[in-house]
């Protein structure tokens, strides 16, 4: 069995595009065809090896940049093969140039750019494929790739304000483990040889301090490890579907913390689904993207749920509206994009707002995290210096007297 990327249209003569297992094209043509779609593309997936998932990926701003670049191009009046042409010249790496290259001899071979881009999923997700789909479909490719390059630039400036804003916190927690790392291992030994010269009664805080060391010393290797095995377990946990879903209704339940990922999500969910409205994509496919780029099992089968119903023929306003995981705001605002047949724009204006609130109840939480990190830090340093000064001030006091 073999794994092909098809493009092809629904009863509604609606492009829609996914995956097929077959043993063969012509199966895969069969299977498309007992689901009532018209197949127009069917091509092979390429299999995505180990290195390729870590070093063919291309950034969030760089294809913004890609989307720029080839909307300036084709407005330009430059045929979409030469202007794949120039961006495989153009390559920051050896990786996106090869990419770059299979993208362009594939549509030499007569494949359309959205199936030729969807052989690359480690590089250009579903969002960026089914937009450029969409693109295609209506004829207006590069006024969809402009579009699609200013959303693009939106989510990396976001992303990296976020980023920056819980740059610090995590910088001291660094910063704390690697100092402790030093103490225990360089100079309580040498602090441990020159109170055990003395024979001297030690603290129990010295002592503490003298026993972490020692075991520190000893085992480091054993930490290391068992640091690395729960780090890897947890990541396996909660790549489980069941895991997943536990780990992420435990941290919506976390306050302060709710609200950031609330507002992440909720930015993620109104951003990808207007700029799939806007490009022409279905709703339908709209949330079946958006539900696979949110990241969340939790909000995964809220969205499913959104789907089955609109499927009934329940408008999209009133299921959001039932969900009590999605915010009222969400629900009405989507009501007035029905109302008024502009759900891209109002989605947009949706997406603005969250973007700005977490944005704001970030540096709100960081502002209250940092003091309460330095205070820790404070109390950590103060235990330390308490344990190694008590001995050394009776060591003192026993030499003068």
Request: proline share 4%; charged share 20%.
């Amino acid at each position: 069995m073999a794994r092909f990327l098809y493009k092809a249209k629904n009863n509604q003569g609606e492009v829609v595009t996914g995956t097929v297992m077959a043993p063969n094209h012509f199966d895969a043509e069969q299977v498309l065809i007992k689901h009532n779609l018209v197949p127009t593309d069917i091509v092979l997936d390429h299999q995505i090896s180990f290195f390729s998932r870590f070093f063919g990926r291309v950034s969030a701003k760089d294809k913004a940049v890609i989307a720029r670049q080839l909307a300036t191009m084709l407005s330009a009046g430059l045929p979409l093969a030469k202007a794949i042409t120039i961006l495989t010249k153009q390559a920051k790496n050896e990786s996106q140039r090869k990419i770059f290259l299979e993208i362009y001899k594939d549509i030499e071979q007569g494949y359309s750019f959205s199936v030729a881009l969807s052989r690359h999923p480690q590089a250009f997700d579903r969002v960026f494929v089914s937009i450029v789909n969409a693109g295609e479909s209506t004829g207006k490719l590069d006024i969809v790739l402009k579009e699609l390059a200013n959303q693009l630039e939106r989510d990396s400036s976001f992303n990296s304000k976020v980023k920056g804003s819980l740059a610090y916190p995590g910088f001291i927690f660094v910063a704390v483990i690697v100092a402790a790392f030093v103490m225990m291992v360089v100079v309580v030994p040498k602090l441990k040889t020159m109170f055990d010269s003395q024979s001297m009664s030690l603290p129990m805080t010295t002592k503490l301090l003298i026993s972490t060391s020692d075991f520190v010393g000893a085992y480091w290797w054993l930490l290391v490890l068992l640091i690395i095995g729960v780090y890897m377990g947890f990541r396996f946990w909660i790549a489980t579907y069941e895991g997943g879903r536990i780990f992420h209704r435990i941290e919506m339940k976390i306050p302060g913390l709710k609200t950031i990922l609330e507002g992440l999500y909720m930015y993620r969910f109104t951003r990808i689904l207007a700029m799939l409205s806007g490009a022409g994509v279905p709703l339908l496919d709209s949330l079946h993207i958006a539900g696979s780029v949110i990241d969340n099992p939790v909000y995964e089968a809220s969205i499913r749920n959104v789907s089955v119903q609109i499927e009934k023929g329940v408008p999209l306003s009133v299921q959001l509206l039932k969900e009590p995981i999605f915010p009222q705001l969400i629900g009405n605002m989507v009501a007035v994009g029905e109302e008024t047949g502009e759900l891209d724009k109002v989605l947009d204006k949706v997406a603005d707002y969250y973007e700005e609130a977490t944005n704001d109840m970030v540096k709100i939480v960081t502002s209250l995290v940092e003091p309460a990190v330095l205070i820790l830090v404070g109390l950590a340093v103060a235990f330390i210096v308490f344990a190694i000064y008590l001995p050394i001030y009776q060591l003192n006091s026993s030499a003068g007297s």
